[in-house]
């Protein structure tokens, strides 16, 4: 028998991009789908726009809520789910036509707890695929546990994202988001993976990441600080169950702080009397030995937290003087990702 896949998509002010969204999970080659439409209280037509959905497919379940944020709308869908696998869609994303069937074949192949795909980062003009470490013809990764939560630190192969990865719903159903905070998926998935034992990672791009300017990651709120606390969070777990993964959480926590404190030195109306600024800073001096610890094989890091040290202000002009310098074309680029002009 087929597996069923369901499909939960939290809706909120996405008029704009809801049909593309919809129509991509719809024109599936994979058709055993139950598809979870979260109308998370959204003021503008798409309410009225999934209930159409809903009255041409008998696959689309409309759920109707007030509105409580993306975690408790993914919340709210898993209510709902029957499926053996769930996948996380958010609502101005895309998906190739053979998304589905990829990763349930690959999850049956591997016999895999969660399988991940490739993406793009969809601009209006182009699109971004990060082929630093792997091209898109590549086979697929399989990671065991110790591997996958290394990597899952990092947040470079394996992403803290909840979309683009088909998960077993017995792995995640009794496993909330938090909600209230923004990068809910960073408070999350180390729960996730902790209990996954065979992870597959297909290199074939397969989903479309929308990069738009009023999106929460583009535009800078102090509620973006949230992702400080969720790394201290996961570094908590860590000490707990992953001893020898504390020095590469310190290491991105150390690289997050940095580079929100620049943010909120280019933000200064919005961190009045730089409170926020002051705690990241004085976050910094009270861990100074872990962090020193962690940067040891990142030099450029490490440079950064000598300098941060003397003074926050030095690592800014650094930074500065390096950007500029790069711009020049007098210091190499550093490794980028690969674009395709639309």
């Known amino acids: ?5 369901s499909v939960v998509v939290p809706i909120y002010k996405v008029e704009k991009y809801i049909h593309k969204c919809v129509d991509s999970i719809l024109e599936q080659t994979y058709t055993n789908l139950e598809i979870i439409l979260v109308n998370d209280g959204s003021p503008d037509n798409c309410g009225a726009i999934i209930d159409d959905y809903a009255s041409q497919d008998s696959r689309i379940v409309v759920v109707d809520k007030e509105n409580g944020g993306l ?17 996380f869609v958010d609502s101005d994303d895309w998906l190739e036509k053979n998304m589905i069937q990829k990763l349930v074949h690959s999850s049956l192949t591997y016999k895999a707890d969660v399988t991940q795909s490739a ?16 091209s898109k013809n590549d086979p697929p990764s399989i990671l065991n546990n110790k591997v996958l ?3 899952l630190v990092k947040n470079e192969k394996v992403k803290n994202f909840a979309w683009g990865k088909l998960y077993k719903t ?33 290199h074939e791009p397969l989903c479309y990441y929308l990069q738009r300017s009023d999106s929460i990651v583009y535009n800078y709120s102090i509620r973006n600080l949230d ?8 570094h908590h777990f860590l000490e707990h169950h992953y001893q020898d993964l504390t020095a590469e959480s310190y290491r991105v926590i150390l690289q997050t702080c940095l580079i929100h404190y620049n943010l909120l030195f280019l933000n200064k109306k919005k961190d009045k009397g730089g409170l926020h600024k002051k705690e990241i800073q004085g976050y910094i001096k009270r861990n100074y030995k872990q962090f020193y610890y962690a940067v040891q094989e990142d030099n450029q890091l490490k440079r950064q937290l000598t300098l941060f040290k003397l003074h ?31």
Request: proline share 4%.
């Open 1 to 5: 028998m087929v597996s069923k896949v």
């Open 119 to 134: 993406f793009y980062y969809a601009y209006e003009d182009h699109l971004l695929y990060d082929n630093r470490f792997n």
């Open 170 to 202: 017995k792995i995640i159903k009794d496993l909330p988001f938090k909600k209230g905070v923004l990068f809910e998926d960073v408070y999350w998935a180390h729960k996730v993976m902790q209990r996954v034992k065979t992870y597959v990672i297909l």
């Open 149 to 151: 939560m290394a990597e």
């Open 227 to 234: 992702i400080i606390e969720g790394l201290k969070e996961r």
């Open 71 to 87: 975690s408790d709308a993914r919340n709210a869908g898993m209510q709902y789910v029957t499926g053996e696998y769930t996948l």
């Open 312 to 342: 926050p202000y030095f690592n800014i002009i650094f930074l500065f003087t390096r950007k500029t310098l790069r711009k020049l074309r007098i210091l190499p680029q550093p490794l980028g990702l690969e674009r395709i002009n639309l």
